[in-house]
């Protein structure tokens, strides 16, 4: 499914069929790892340039400029290989506005192939390196596999943490804690 649920089902199953293509044959290749590897560093350069997401969204610029652009972009970020030749081969096909979407599901069906499962986790602050490898920790003793942990910063919490990892979710901040307490005495009056 998108993401951001905009793109809507076209999307969610191009990219769906576009990443489980690329997923087999990186690991028929055994570079799965490499490939993973050059699609972040795509993904961070897609992330921080507004013009190279007008490029990958934009229906206004032809396969050919799209595959010309992206090409030397490729090459002056040395990312090569099969993630570089499925890249271009997005801008060929007129599928390039679907790349963020790929990208994420790529990483899903790792991520799945791996035995790793996902978390979300939303404190005040950043904590410290000690404290986040103490959550991944318990996270792991819960899930019994690996965890991969995605953070975010909410100041709205106050304090405290949510976890949210596949169906379950825990929600142990401030804010609810107060919200709560603020309805049971709404309740005893």
Same mark, same amino acid.
């Given at each position: 499914?998108?993401?951001?649920?905009?793109?809507?089902?076209?999307?969610?199953?191009?990219?769906?069929?576009?990443? +489980?293509?690329?997923?087999?044959?990186? %690991?028929?290749?055994?570079?799965?790892?490499?490939?993973?590897?050059?699609?972040?560093?795509?993904?961070? +350069?897609?992330?921080? *340039?507004?013009?190279?997401? /007008?490029?990958?969204? *934009?229906?206004?610029?032809?396969?050919?400029?799209?595959?010309?652009?992206?090409?030397?972009?490729?090459?002056?970020?040395? @990312?090569?290989?099969?993630?570089?030749?499925? @890249?271009?081969?997005?801008?060929?096909?007129?599928?390039?506005?679907?790349?963020?979407?790929?990208?994420?599901?790529? /990483?899903?069906?790792? %991520?799945?192939?791996?035995?790793?499962?996902?978390?979300?986790?939303?404190?005040?602050?950043?904590?410290?390196?000690?404290? @986040?490898?103490?959550?991944?920790?318990?996270? %792991?003793?819960?899930?019994?596999?690996?965890?991969?942990?995605?953070?975010?910063?909410?100041? *709205? +919490?106050?304090?405290? @943490?949510?976890?949210?990892?596949?169906? #379950?979710?825990?929600?142990? *901040?401030? #804010?609810?804690?107060?919200?709560?307490?603020?309805?049971?005495?709404?309740?005893? %009056?």
């Amino acid at each position: 499914m998108a993401q951001n649920g905009s793109e809507g089902p076209l999307v969610a199953g191009v990219a769906g069929r576009y990443a +489980l293509a690329l997923y087999e044959l990186a %690991r028929d290749e055994r570079q799965v790892d490499d490939v993973a590897q050059n699609l972040d560093a795509f993904d961070a +350069l897609y992330r921080e *340039s507004a013009d190279l997401r /007008r490029l990958v969204k *934009s229906p206004a610029f032809s396969a050919q400029e799209q595959t010309a652009a992206i090409g030397a972009l490729l090459a002056k970020a040395g @990312i090569t290989g099969l993630a570089a030749n499925f @890249i271009k081969l997005s801008a060929a096909n007129r599928r390039l506005f679907a790349l963020p979407d790929m990208i994420r599901a790529f /990483r899903e069906k790792v %991520r799945e192939a791996k035995g790793i499962v996902r978390a979300e986790v939303r404190v005040a602050e950043k904590p410290s390196d000690a404290i @986040i490898e103490e959550i991944k920790a318990s996270l %792991r003793e819960v899930a019994k596999t690996e965890v991969e942990i995605d953070l975010h910063v909410d100041p *709205s +919490l106050i304090g405290g @943490i949510v976890v949210k990892m596949g169906s #379950r979710m825990v929600d142990a *901040s401030l #804010r609810t804690k107060l919200n709560n307490i603020r309805l049971a005495m709404r309740e005893a %009056r």
